[in-house]
C-alpha cells in the first residue's frame, strides 16, 4: 500500500474508486466498506483508494466535543494496509482545510487530482463545511462530474449496529468481551514498559508498568490479558486505575506477566484484552491485597487457559 500524506502529492490514478472516513477502529462495518471498494476496483480495472484525515476532524473543529480514538494513527494505517487497499491518501485536516465546501472538496480534489471513478461511503457519512457532502449532494456531482456512488447500508451483528461510537462505549465501559463482535478483534494497545512504585514485587506480584499513547483505555479494573513481548505470547492479568489502597492518584496499566523473568524495563510490549475480572476498590491493608491478586490471578489463569487472540492479520488475512 503506497500512503501519501500531502494534498500536493497526491496524482492522478489508475481508474480510482474512492472511499472517504475517519475510520477509527477499522471495525467490521469499515471491513465491509473495503470489501466493496476492492470488489469495485477490480471491475473497473482500477485502484482502491482510502481517504482519511489527520488529525481526526473532531479534533480541529473548536464546537467539537473531546474525543479519544480507538486506534492511533500508526495502528489505523497498519490496519488498513492489512485489508488489501492499494492507497492511503492521509490528508492534513486544518482550519483552512476545514472551510472547503464539499462540492470544493469533490472537483478540486477527488475529480481534478485523483481522478475519482467510483465513490463507495458508508449509509450515514457526511464531510465538507458543516457536513453538507450528504449522499443526496454526492449522487448530484457523481451525475456532473462523472463518478457513480455506491452506499454501504447499516452493518450489525443483530444487536448492534458497527459504528465506532458503540466501539467506542463499549471500551469506555469494560465490555472488553463483547467488542470482539463488532471490533473483529480483541482490543488491545502498545507501550513501553517504564519504572512504576515497585509495590508488586514486594507484594509477590511484579508488575509492568506500561506507558502508552493509546488514547482509549478501557475502565478502571482487573482484566485477563495476553502480552506479547517480542514474538511470544504470554497470560497475564492488568490492572487499570489509580491504585486506591495506596491512595494513588494517576491512572496506571501493570500487567503481572504469567511465567515471565526478565527486565522489561524500556521495552515495548502489546496487551491484549480478553475479560473483565472485576472493578478496581480500595482494600484495609497490604496483606488483603496481596489476597485478592492472588485471586484474581487464579480467575485469569482458568480464563485464560483455552482462550486464544483474534489478531488484524487474522481476522483481515481472510478477506
Known amino acids: 500500500m503506497e500512503i501519501i500524506r500531502k494534498l500536493s502529492d497526491i496524482r492522478k490514478l489508475e481508474n480510482p474508486v474512492v472511499t472517504i472516513g475517519n475510520f477509527d477502529g477499522v471495525h467490521m462495518g469499515h471491513r465491509q466498506i473495503f470489501r466493496?471498494?476492492?470488489?469495485?476496483?477490480?471491475e473497473i480495472g482500477g485502484v482502491s483508494v482510502v481517504i482519511t484525515f489527520d488529525p481526526h476532524p473532531l479534533k480541529v473543529l473548536r464546537s467539537a466535543k473531546k474525543l479519544r480514538l480507538i486506534n492511533t494513527p500508526e495502528e489505523k494505517e497498519q490496519l488498513?494496509?492489512?485489508?488489501?487497499?492499494d492507497y492511503l491518501i492521509v490528508i492534513p485536516f486544518t482550519d483552512e482545510f476545514a472551510a472547503l465546501t464539499a462540492t470544493e472538496f469533490v472537483r478540486d480534489i477527488l475529480v481534478e487530482i485523483v481522478g475519482i471513478k467510483k465513490l463507495?461511503?458508508?449509509?450515514?457519512?457526511?464531510?465538507?463545511?458543516?457536513?453538507?457532502g450528504n449522499i443526496g449532494l454526492l449522487r448530484l456531482l457523481g451525475d456532473?462530474?462523472?463518478?457513480?456512488?455506491?452506499?454501504?447500508?447499516?452493518?450489525?451483528?443483530?444487536?448492534?449496529?458497527?459504528?465506532?461510537?458503540?466501539?467506542?462505549?463499549?471500551?469506555?465501559?469494560?465490555?472488553?468481551?463483547?467488542?470482539?463482535?463488532s471490533l473483529g478483534r480483541h482490543f488491545s494497545l502498545e507501550g513501553k514498559v517504564v519504572h512504576g512504585h515497585h509495590r508488586g514485587k514486594v507484594l509477590g506480584f511484579p508488575t509492568a508498568n506500561v506507558e502508552t499513547d493509546k488514547e482509549l483505555i478501557p475502565k478502571n479494573g482487573?482484566?485477563?490479558?495476553?502480552?506479547?513481548?517480542?514474538?511470544?505470547?504470554?497470560?497475564?492479568?492488568?490492572?487499570?486505575?489509580?491504585?486506591?489502597?495506596?491512595?494513588?492518584?494517576?491512572?496506571?496499566?501493570?500487567?503481572?506477566?504469567?511465567?515471565?523473568?526478565?527486565?522489561?524495563?524500556?521495552?515495548?510490549?502489546?496487551?491484549?484484552?480478553?475479560?473483565?475480572?472485576?472493578?478496581?476498590?480500595?482494600?484495609?491493608?497490604?496483606?488483603?491485597l496481596q489476597m485478592a491478586i492472588a485471586s484474581d490471578v487464579a480467575k485469569c489463569r482458568e480464563i485464560l487457559r483455552d482462550a486464544s487472540i483474534i489478531e488484524y492479520h487474522e481476522y483481515l488475512g481472510k478477506d
Open 222 to 288: 482487573v482484566y485477563a490479558v495476553k502480552v506479547r513481548i517480542a514474538q511470544e505470547l504470554y497470560d497475564g492479568a492488568c490492572n487499570i486505575g489509580p491504585n486506591p489502597t495506596f491512595g494513588d492518584e494517576a491512572i496506571a496499566i501493570e500487567v503481572f506477566i504469567f511465567e515471565f523473568a526478565g527486565d522489561l524495563y524500556g521495552e515495548e510490549l502489546r496487551v491484549y484484552f480478553i475479560d473483565r475480572i472485576r472493578d478496581e476498590r480500595k482494600f484495609p491493608d497490604a496483606a488483603a
Open 36 to 42: 466493496m471498494l476492492k470488489e469495485a476496483a477490480a
Open 144 to 181: 456532473e462530474y462523472g463518478f457513480s456512488v455506491d452506499v454501504l447500508e447499516p452493518i450489525w451483528d443483530g444487536k448492534t449496529i458497527f459504528s465506532s461510537t458503540n466501539i467506542r462505549k463499549m471500551i469506555v465501559d469494560g465490555k472488553i468481551r463483547e467488542v470482539v463482535a
Open 80 to 85: 488498513i494496509e492489512a485489508s488489501g487497499i
Open 120 to 132: 463507495v461511503i458508508g449509509y450515514d457519512y457526511a464531510f465538507g463545511r458543516n457536513r453538507e
